[in-house]
């Protein structure tokens, strides 16, 4: 494989393993997480371009202006917060996906069980 062929391999890769786990969710009883999540995700996009035009200056096509005022990170109106909040809460969605996905591995009836792990029954 040529190196020139490595982003086209590894983005078909992406996109069938992709594909491949929203069919499997969408199965599941989990998939309004699987919903939330990609919400916040898309957020995190939105806010992460937004934040590289306001950082960089780029101009509207129509008025030549630019698109957003000048970026700050930190402060009241910066960028660090809907950035940080958009990801962070993404991966908590997963993250509880797979804490309830793990439930189903060991029935909560025999971690309760009398005399389970050295408990009196």
Known sequence: ????????????????????????????????LLVGSIVLFASFLIHYVGYRLALHQIPSPLT????????????????????????????????LREALRSQGLLPRGDIGAPGFLGHPG
């Open 64 to 95: 030549g202006a630019p698109i957003f005022q000048p970026a700050r990170w930190e402060g009241r109106v910066g960028w660090r917060k809907p950035l940080v909040f958009g990801i962070s809460n993404a991966m908590v969605f997963c993250s």
């Open 1 to 32: 494989m040529r190196l020139r062929e490595l982003p086209r391999w590894w983005l078909s890769r992406l996109h069938s393993a992709a594909a491949h786990s929203l069919r499997l969710w969408r199965r599941e009883p989990e998939w309004p």
